[in-house]
């Protein structure tokens, strides 16, 4: 694999719409800025702000990509599915999002409860204090309160607080596969199953996901990642091949970080033999 190839692409973001550091146009000038051509937003289970980014970024000669990135329970697990190329004014769409967040403020008080009584009191309101939209509350939100105030490392707050089996993590039952991806090809998008390394799951389990969103009519996975190793992508790589899936490429860039190094609007390139996705969603390289 070569690791210096890049290329100006990156399908998968966050702003301040959900849980990103950045306003839409503050991403999409960092984007440009980076040499960025092509850029979708994803924000979590919201389509707020794609209206103002998809003409902020016309104007700056950027190719823009609306999407989405929804919460799914498969299995007892969370998941989350990308849908690019969605027309983000449909109407089932946005209902069935606008229902997905409304589940957002009830988890964040248990979080909250949680942390409490692990002895870090207003862990809601704190997190709040990062969150422009209420209804998109995240962990995110928390683990930038957890480090500002001291009580965890940058990049080790979900480690030691939020994630499965710590004590501020919160279960929570999201949306159905097969009705998420069905919302997307509804909004007239393309499903994606976001970083799957990320999930640790076994070999065995994730074929077991990949059968299920291919069932659904899913039709790529992100290989490219920020949390993939480059091990990650050689292993998904494998996989989107034997599935006959298109391959994606997203920094899934929330905000700096001093732990690690992602430079939104631009990725390391897919293996020249998975098949990319971006002729479907109108990307044309030179």
Request: net charge negative; aromatic share 10%; glycine share 10%.
């Amino acid at each position: 694999m070569n690791i210096i190839n890049r290329v100006p692409i990156d399908l998968h973001s966050h702003t301040r719409s959900s849980d990103g550091s950045l306003s839409e146009e503050e991403l999409i000038d960092k984007v440009v800025e980076n040499g960025g051509k092509f850029l979708a937003i994803t924000n979590h289970d919201t389509v707020n702000g794609l209206d103002f980014a998809s003409s902020y970024a016309l104007s700056k000669g950027l190719y823009f990509i609306p999407g989405v990135e929804i919460s799914v329970t498969w299995n007892g697990n969370l998941v989350h599915i990308l849908g690019l190329n969605i027309d983000y004014t449909n109407s089932e769409l946005i209902k069935s999002l606008e229902t997905l967040r409304s589940f957002r403020i009830e988890r964040g008080r248990k979080i909250a409860a949680k942390l409490a009584g692990a002895g870090i009191p207003d862990a809601f309101n704190q997190a709040m204090r990062y969150c422009d939209n209420p209804e998109s509350l995240s962990r995110t939100h928390f683990n930038k309160f957890l480090v500002e105030a001291g009580y965890a490392k940058e990049g080790k707050a979900f480690d030691k607080y939020l994630a499965q089996g710590k004590v501020g993590y919160v279960k929570q039952e999201w949306a159905k596969l097969e009705d998420v991806v069905a919302w997307i090809i509804g909004a007239g998008g393309i499903a994606i199953i976001a970083h799957p390394a990320r999930y640790g799951f076994t070999r065995s389990k994730l074929i077991k996901l990949i059968n299920d969103f291919k069932l659904c009519g899913g039709l790529g996975i992100e290989v490219v990642s920020s949390s993939h190793s480059l091990n990650d992508i050689e292993n998904i790589a494998a996989l989107a091949e034997l599935f006959d899936l298109y391959g994606s490429v997203g920094s899934d860039f929330h905000s700096e970080q001093s732990f690690r190094r992602i430079i939104p609007g631009i990725n390391m390139a897919l293996p020249s033999h998975v098949k990319p996705i971006f002729p479907l969603i109108g990307i044309i390289q030179d």
